[in-house]
């Protein structure tokens, strides 16, 4: 997967299942080649050669039954870009997504705004969020080690619940 990681300028995206790409030709790992058209292309006249790679991912949140994906790359060529590569790296890409949405939705909590009126205290409050999550999911996992569990079984939310009510049950026995 190395290689992959040198092309980080190329477009890989998921497409809904709806969305009409006919195959224009079809490769050896299953992907196919087909062309799109720019929003700003109304008349359709200068198409984009892409490559559609499908998959199902089974046990999607629980789940039993398997969730359909396809995804759409400019990286046409299946013997230096396997679409298993590309697929394994669009989901680690949704990784980093959600802790993305744990930082700025759970942990800061929707809508709230950094309050540092300087750069430098800017800083610091994102130094800080960072610093607690990454204490989280170091719980987390330590939890899952002891448990016999995957990490990603553990939920953050609950995780930082626990860790909200354990600050405030017993103030001053957390040092900050």
Request: aromatic letters at 6%; one cysteine or more.
């Amino acid at each position: 997967m190395a290689s992959l990681h040198r092309h980080r300028g190329e477009p890989l995206w998921r497409v809904p299942a709806n969305r009409v790409l006919p195959g224009r030709k079809l490769l050896r790992d299953g992907s196919w080649l087909s062309d799109i058209h720019a929003g700003t292309d109304p008349a359709k006249r200068d198409p984009v050669q892409v490559r559609v790679l499908a998959y199902q991912l089974k046990d999607v949140g629980g789940d039993a039954a398997a969730v359909d994906y396809r995804l759409v790359t400019t990286l046409l060529d299946p013997r230096r870009y396997p679409a298993r590569q590309l697929a394994a790296l669009y989901r680690e890409r949704w990784e980093i997504e959600s802790v993305f949405a744990e930082i700025k939705t759970c942990q800061r909590g929707a809508k709230v705004v950094l309050s540092s009126k300087t750069p430098d205290g800017v800083l610091q409050q994102i130094w800080a969020h960072l610093l607690v999550h990454h204490a989280l999911r170091e719980l987390m996992l330590r939890t899952a080690a002891t448990r016999q569990l995957d990490p990603d079984r553990i939920s953050f939310t609950e995780t930082l619940r626990s860790a909200r009510r354990s600050v405030t049950v017993t103030p001053g026995g957390f040092s900050p």
